[in-house]
């Protein structure tokens, strides 16, 4: 195993001891893992400036206080989670029990209040501007976004990462409600192109203003 590899490899160990055993010393990790407190000491400076693990100091009756260690809110991400397995249980609970049309009101409601929450945020931009502007609100939310401006005036949006991908491919209502979001955002008319919920290799949205934003910047 190559010096990266293993560097990786004791620095996982030490996030799941803590994970399963914390808060630790870095004593007691030493002692897990069978190696020195200097090797311990090092990696977990490293987890700490990467805001994976915090300290805290212990005051004993007798003897130095002690320091120990833990994970942060931030080292949570590092660990599998399968928050999409209990989404689309729940939704098929809700299908099952109340039917596809109740699941649909669920999506439709998640639009309107996305819209309410970033309207605000699009006023008196220009096409450019707003397209700019759902390009950092969807990369906020993991969708890996990017844009970049066609010679014709139109514009392309595509998205790397779906969070909610297994949602998506079963409840194709989740896809129509963003496509829905987006021309509401934009005031533009948009086109999906591409879907990975279908299997593409990205979601390419196609962006085009409306015949009077063409106007107005014809003659502006």
């Known amino acids: 195993m190559k010096k990266g590899q293993e560097s990786g490899s004791t620095r996982r160990l ?7 055993k914390g808060p630790l010393t870095i004593g007691a990790l030493a002692e897990e893992l069978g190696i020195t407190e200097m090797g311990v000491r090092r990696h977990v400076l490293q987890l700490e400036q990467e805001s994976l693990a915090k300290t805290k100091v212990v005051r004993q009756a007798m003897g130095r206080p002690l320091h120990v260690y833990s994970l ?4 949570e991400d590092h660990f599998p989670k399968s928050y999409h397995n209990l989404a689309l249980e729940l939704l098929r609970e809700l299908d099952h029990g109340s039917g596809l049309e109740a699941v649909n009101v669920l999506f439709e409601g998640r639009r309107r209040r996305m819209l309410a929450q ?3 945020m699009m006023e008196n931009c220009n096409l ?3 397209v700019a502007e759902l390009s950092s609100i969807q990369n906020a939310g993991g969708y890996m976004a990017e844009w ?5 005036g139109s514009y392309i949006m595509r998205e790397y990462n779906c969070p909610i991908r297994q949602v998506a491919t079963q409840y194709r209502k989740a896809c ?3 496509h829905q979001l987006f021309e509401e955002l934009l005031g533009a008319k948009v086109t999906r192109s591409e879907c ?3 299997g593409g290799q990205c979601c390419r949205y196609d962006i085009t203003p409306r015949e009077k934003d063409k106007t107005s910047e014809m003659t502006s």
Do not use: F, G, V
Not at 14 to 20: P, S, Y
Not at 148 to 152: A, R, T, Y
């Open 148 to 152: 970049n401006k066609e010679e014709d």
């Open 128 to 130: 450019e501007e707003r």
């Open 14 to 20: 030490i996030m799941t001891l803590l994970k399963k």
């Open 72 to 75: 942060t809110e931030r080292a």
């Open 118 to 120: 970033y309207a605000p």
């Open 196 to 198: 990975m919920a279908e």
């Open 176 to 178: 129509q409600c963003e």
